[in-house]
């Protein structure tokens, strides 16, 4: 089973509210990324969580915080977004180390700041 | 700085008609090179992950293959529904779980 599931797969907010998007994959793996992905583009990484401890942040702007629970599951926390960060969400998670790193992406959570 | 660069942007097809996309990679040691399919809304799907110059691995119509600078996703006889974006990424040794994407080819395969 390679599969990783995200929840909700469609987020409309505005610029005052909180949310958050939900990441689960039952792989056994121990990384998990958040990316960032506007139309036509690749998808841009954002947070890196290896055996459950931030292990890369890509200078985000604090209004994204992430947070990963146990291994098994990772948070988006959203706070006064602006439209800019209007964009799919997608989560993504692999072994560490070894021969084995595939990175496995979730569905994807499409966000829509107003 | 690690660079990935795909070539066609774009490729369009009559169905049946067999093509490649290149995939050419500039990078201090790699780690592995990844393929994935990318269809409109959705998240990447993970086709082939490729290790060593030489290497080949083929699923149904696709086979990708390594060289030391570039990789190729041949697709023989297409299907309408092979149509997607096509994504190639890095990862460099001491990478530490980054992975440097592509911009994709963006493939129609017409009936």
């Known amino acids: 089973d390679t599969e990783v599931t995200q929840t909700p797969k469609h987020l409309v907010m505005g610029m005052t509210n909180k949310k958050s998007l939900k990441c689960e994959q039952h792989?056994?793996?121990?990384?998990m990324y958040w990316y960032k992905q506007k139309a036509k583009k690749p998808p841009e990484l954002m947070f890196v969580?290896?055996?459950?401890?931030?292990?890369i942040n890509e200078s985000v702007p604090s209004r994204f915080s992430p947070e990963c629970p146990n291994s098994s599951l990772l948070n988006l926390h959203l706070h006064a977004l602006q439209p800019e960060d209007s964009a799919l969400y997608l989560c993504?998670?692999?072994?560490?180390?070894?021969?084995?790193?595939?990175?496995?992406f979730g569905p994807g959570t499409r966000l829509t700041v107003l | 700085e690690d660079q990935v660069t795909q070539s066609p942007e774009a490729l369009r097809l009559q169905e049946g008609e067999s093509s490649s996309l290149n995939c050419s990679y500039t990078?201090?040691?790699?780690?592995?090179l990844f393929w994935y399919r990318q269809d409109p809304g959705k998240g990447p799907e993970f086709l082939f992950t490729?290790?060593?110059a030489g290497e080949e691995k083929e699923k149904e119509r696709l086979k990708a293959t390594l060289t030391k600078k570039e990789s190729f996703l041949h697709i023989t006889a297409p299907k309408p529904e092979d149509s997607a974006t096509y994504l190639c990424?890095?990862?460099?040794?001491?990478?530490?779980?980054?992975?440097?994407f592509g911009t994709g080819t963006k493939l129609q395969v017409i009936p």
């Open positions: 993504a998670s692999s072994q560490v180390g070894g021969r084995t790193d595939t990175q496995y």
């Open positions: 792989m056994g793996h121990r990384a």
């Open positions: 969580y290896s055996y459950e401890k931030l292990s």
């Open positions: 990078v201090s040691g790699l780690r592995g």
């Open positions: 490729l290790y060593s």
């Open positions: 990424a890095v990862r460099a040794s001491g990478g530490y779980q980054k992975v440097t």
